[in-house]
């Protein structure tokens, strides 16, 4: 059974920086992707990472500002996320799968609890 747990959410003011991350139990021999869902919203893609590639995906909505990337020594994904704005406010959840789509939340198989980041204006 895989397990991922994130953590690095927190409070932060508009225009700063938060490095999430999520560790894996295991090796890292799946897609990896991260998700947000904010109150009152679906759930919304906000990047992935293939296995064994460097192929990076992003929404548009994050583009330039955050960045996907993994260690596989340490089994950890990490998610940089630069120029917060308070629209970036959400619970940031990881997921583990073998996906043709990267970008849909239905092709991943594990998934984490989740960690809040709060950006404030």
């Known amino acids: 059974q895989v397990q991922l747990v994130e953590s690095g959410g927190g409070l932060v003011q508009a225009g700063g920086s938060l490095r999430l991350s999520c560790a894996v139990s295991?090796?890292?021999?799946?897609?990896m992707g991260w998700f947000r869902q904010a109150p009152g919203k679906e759930r919304e893609f906000v990047a992935a990472?293939?296995?064994?590639?460097?192929?990076?995906y992003y929404a548009d909505s994050v583009k330039g500002r955050f960045t996907i990337a993994r260690d596989n020594a340490m089994n950890t994904v990490y998610l940089q996320m630069n120029s917060l704005k308070p629209e970036d406010t959400a619970v940031y959840s990881c997921?583990?799968?073998?996906?043709?789509?990267?970008?849909?939340?239905?092709?991943?198989?594990?998934w984490g609890q989740g960690t809040q980041v709060t950006v404030s204006s």
């Open positions: 997921a583990a799968g073998r996906t043709s789509l990267p970008t849909n939340p239905y092709g991943y198989n594990y």
């Open positions: 295991g090796r890292i021999f799946y897609d």
């Open positions: 990472i293939r296995w064994g590639s460097t192929s990076t």
